[in-house]
């Protein structure tokens, strides 16, 4: 499985911004996906997963009630929807995919392909 994130940009504090995550192979239905995120400086961290078919979905606790993961399996693409955007949320964001839907999905070792990253600017 080949990821292709997207989406990221300059945005004001307060503002929105859709992530996009196009993946390659006719399997993607069968990940489970995450979004992680690296800021300046700090080491990558847990954002957002999401099981195979949708129906589940985790966020990190300073995500909760912003952002919303998504995934349409018909387009093999899954989305981070990010709403009141805060300077804290610049970052570069990766996508990851997990064959296994492993219980521990807030680690990154638990994930077997990753997207090469999209920058994501919160101006205050």
């Known amino acids: 499985v080949q990821l292709q994130a997207s989406g990221g940009g300059l945005v004001q504090t307060g503002g929105s911004l859709r992530l996009s995550c196009a993946a390659s192979?006719?399997?993607?239905?069968?990940?489970?996906m995450g979004w992680f995120r690296q800021p300046p400086g700090k080491e990558r961290e847990f954002v957002a997963a999401?099981?195979?078919?949708?129906?589940?979905?985790y966020y990190a606790d300073s995500v909760k009630g912003r952002f919303t993961i998504s995934r349409d399996n018909a387009k093999n693409t899954v989305y981070l929807q990010m709403n009141s955007l805060k300077p804290e949320d610049t970052a570069v964001y990766y996508c990851?995919?997990?064959?296994?839907?492993?219980?521990?999905?807030?680690?990154?070792?638990?994930?077997?392909?990753w997207g090469q990253g999209t920058q994501v600017t919160v101006s205050s």
């Open positions: 192979g006719r399997t993607f239905s069968r990940y489970c």
């Open positions: 990851a995919a997990d064959y296994s839907c492993s219980y521990y999905y807030t680690r990154e070792i638990e994930y077997d392909y």
């Open positions: 999401i099981n195979w078919s949708g129906g589940i979905t």
